[in-house]
């Protein structure tokens, strides 16, 4: 059974689309408001802090809903090379399906973030910290070494990014097809 989402929940998806699509600088609140249904007197109630915090909750939300759709496919698939092909294949087809519009709200935030974003770039080093963390424990769990896997692991996350990023400004899936096929012989254990 589906879940109405809160009011919350619907400011939260609605700054992750904006981040998505224009980046924190792009948010307007107007905007966000607009598509959430949402007056501004009940964003402050939720988020006091304003488009900072509102911000801050939408990176945290976006790592856990990555982090979980990774767990899944580490649980789900015969190895992890072919849960991580899955895992950026989504990504993959997000930004196709979206007609190279829609990047990763994390990298977003994170180009556009200053040092006065203390809480965002917080969020953020928390999230990829988190995403290494799950990449590293399933590469262990095939046999690379904890040192390794976590190398390996900030190999994929930045490979990652950077792939989407290259894919979303050429309007093109090759940088991630090709970045993904040299991560996978990268991390397979003979």
Not at 19 to 37: D, R, S, T
Not at 96 to 112: D, H
Request: proline fraction near 4%; hydrophobic fraction near 45%.
């Amino acid at each position: 059974m589906n879940k109405t989402p809160t009011t919350r929940d619907r400011l939260v998806h609605a700054m992750i689309h904006t981040l998505q699509h224009k980046g924190l600088h792009g948010a307007g609140l107007n905007e966000i408001l607009a598509q959430a249904q949402a007056p501004k007197g009940v964003m402050y109630h939720h988020f006091p802090g304003g488009k900072s915090e509102l911000a801050v909750a939408a990176i945290e939300s976006t790592v856990s809903w990555l982090c979980h759709k990774l767990d899944q496919y580490v649980e789900r698939e015969p190895d992890v090379g072919s849960a991580l092909r899955l895992w950026i294949t989504r990504a993959m087809e997000g930004l196709y399906g979206s007609q190279f519009e829609r990047g990763c709200p994390l990298a977003a935030v994170a180009l556009e973030s200053t040092a006065a974003d203390v809480e965002i770039r917080r969020a953020l080093a928390a999230g990829f910290a988190a995403l290494r963390g799950r990449i590293a424990a399933a590469l262990e769990q095939i046999g690379h070494a904890p040192a390794q896997a976590a190398g390996l692991a900030a190999l994929i996350v930045s490979a990652y990014e950077g792939a989407l990023l290259q894919s979303r400004v050429a309007q093109d899936t090759a940088p991630m097809v090709q970045t993904t096929e040299t991560l996978l012989s990268l991390i397979r254990k003979e």
